[in-house]
T-cell receptor, first 113, second 117 residues
Framework: GNSVTQMEGPVTLSEEAFLTINCTYT??????LFWYVQYPGEGLQLLLK?????DKGSNKGFEATYRKETTSFHLEKGSVQVSDSAVYFC????????????FGPGTSLSVIP | DAGVTQSPTHLIKTRGQHVTLRCSPI?????VSWYQQVLGQGPQFIFQ???????GRGNFPDRFSARQFPNYSSELNVNALLLGDSALYLC????????????????FGPGTRLTVL
């Protein structure tokens, strides 16, 4: 079945450091790919998305490119801030199953001043 | 416009009890999905409803059930609660739920935190 794997955390970075969170997926067909963010005590927020191969999603300085050949959707940010501390979930939307979202286990990010 | 709303925010129950969680989708959205997020894990799909019909079901026991009302709001019911049902229950709404559609973004509510003692 469809699944998402992402790098285990927690990840701790200093402010202004470069961030990469790896994500790979297994899916039939051509799913849409997402990164969601969950700040402490809050619900899920869509951070960025890509709906087809080679698309680049971007938002708030974060970027991820849909790589079909490597079935990957790695999240990157050039300079993290303390306010980026949160849990990040890679996810895919299964078009063959009415767009239910399948999430990875999440990666906790802590940014220290 | 208001986003997805869920009630209650927090809930404490004991084993064996029954619970009902409620969700109101974004105005105009006809599809509602439910997810369970156990602490430290990613959300797991439970149900999807579209136009009051169940369109998808995840790998959850029959103790879990749901329904969607004519105004597109939804209830999730869990019977015979177990300690392992303690989780954040998330509701998400989307405009439609059409297989093969190019993209239907799901908007998530803040969740209901259920604690089973």
């Amino acid at each position: 079945g469809n699944s998402v794997t992402q790098m285990e955390g927690p990840v701790t970075l200093s402010e202004e450091a470069f961030l990469t969170i790896n994500c790979t997926y297994t899916a039939t067909g051509y799913p849409s790919l997402f990164w969601y963010v969950q700040y402490p005590g809050e619900g899920l927020q869509l951070l960025l998305k890509a709906t087809k191969a080679d698309d680049k999603g971007s938002n708030k300085g974060f970027e991820a490119t849909y790589r079909k050949e490597t079935t990957s959707f790695h999240l990157e940010k050039g300079s993290v801030q303390v306010s980026d501390s949160a849990v990040y979930f890679c996810a895919l939307s299964d078009k063959t199953s009415y767009d239910k979202v399948i999430f990875g286990p999440g990666t906790s990010l802590s940014v220290i001043p | 416009d208001a986003g997805v709303t869920q009630s209650p925010t927090h809930l404490i129950k004991t084993r064996g009890q029954h619970v009902t969680l409620r969700c109101s989708p974004i105005s105009g959205h006809k599809s509602v999905s439910w997810y369970q997020q156990v602490l430290g894990q990613g959300p797991q799909f439970i149900f999807q409803y579209y136009e009051k019909e169940e369109r998808g079901r995840g790998n959850f026991p029959d103790r879990f059930s749901a329904r969607q009302f004519p105004n597109y709001s939804s209830e999730l019911n869990v019977n015979a609660l177990l300690l392992g049902d303690s989780a954040l229950y998330l509701c998400a709404s989307s405009l439609v739920a059409l297989a093969g559609a190019s993209y239907n973004e799901q908007f998530f509510g803040p969740g209901t935190r259920l604690t089973v003692l």
